[in-house]
């Protein structure tokens, strides 16, 4: 009788084991703390006399990847579909002095905000002029009725138009894998590369004339291990899994080309004259 309480106690054992381990889990799980990625300046040569007036329009993804899951249908896609803060960003850490960065993404909604900006101005003089007519029993003041209505000053014109977008995401360009096991031991692991190319050319706004065009490439690396251990004991068998994979963020790897092709770009533009 004592070897059957024995093999029943085991089991009872494990799953006490595990039912106090999942009762020292929060619920919910506390979330990581978000972390600022650090933006350095791009260093380039000393700036030009003049800052260069740049617009920068819808950077998007033309590669229409998307990102594996599995389920059947991919809904995901497997670089951001606006790269517009990437290439801003980049811009902004540029050197004082060599580029005006305006607004053109969304130039409607800036529009639309002038126009209320400027009916709201027009509209003030006139409540002025009329608040002091019934103040002084109707009669306005001279610097009342000369007092012409105020504006908004004119939008900057862009010099170059700076379009970038997604051209390529190549997935498993290489691909290893490998694993040993002796004695009931072993492990394997696999490294997936993936290759994500940035394309960015400038525009000359008064011409058309596309001044200079660069294409960046930057790997992606996945890494996957895993381990196993198996043991054969008298009337038991134990055998152990475990692994782990880790990713590149997507992101990081699309901010760092889109900084390099800038950096290229702007380089090309001061040999060629037109950076200037």
């Not at 381990?21 to 380039?44: F, H, K, N």
């Not at 006139?126 to 000369?146: I, R, W």
């Not at 011409?207 to 996957?224: P, R, Y």
């Not at 068998?237 to 992101?251: I, R």
Request: charged share 15%; with cysteine; net charge neutral.
């Amino acid at each position: 009788m004592s070897a059957p309480r024995r093999r029943t106690a085991k089991p009872l054992a494990v799953i006490a084991c595990l039912a106090a381990l999942t009762g020292c889990v929060q619920d919910p799980l506390p979330s990581a703390l978000p972390q600022v990625v650090a933006t350095e300046e791009i260093t380039l040569p000393p700036p030009p006399p003049r800052a260069l007036t740049v617009g920068v329009y819808n950077c998007i993804d033309t590669s229409g990847q998307r990102r594996p899951t599995g389920v059947a249908q991919e809904l995901s896609t497997a670089v951001p579909m606006d790269c517009t803060p990437y290439l801003v960003e980049a811009i902004r850490s540029l050197r004082p002095g060599y580029v005006f960065l305006v607004e053109r993404q969304h130039v409607d909604e800036l529009l639309r905000e002038r126009q209320l900006a400027t009916l709201a101005l027009n509209s003030l003089p006139n409540a002025t002029a009329t608040g002091g007519q019934e103040m002084s029993g109707g009669a306005a003041s001279s610097g009342d009725s000369a007092r012409s209505p105020r504006r908004l000053n004119t939008l900057r014109v862009a010099e170059i138009l700076l379009v970038g977008q997604v051209s390529a995401y190549d997935r498993s360009t290489r691909e290893v894998t490998g694993g040993a096991a002796m004695g009931g031991l072993g492990g394997s692991g696999t490294m997936v590369t993936d290759v994500i190319t940035f394309s960015l050319r400038g525009v000359a706004v008064q011409t058309g004339e596309i001044l200079g065009q660069t294409s960046v490439t930057k790997s992606i690396t996945s890494l996957k291990v895993g381990a196993h251990l198996t043991r054969i004991f008298s009337t038991n068998v134990m055998d152990l899994e475990f692994g782990g994979a880790g990713n590149e963020p997507v992101g990081l790897a699309l901010h760092a080309a889109v900084r390099s092709a800038l950096v290229q770009l702007i380089n090309q533009g001061i040999q060629d004259g037109w950076w200037r």
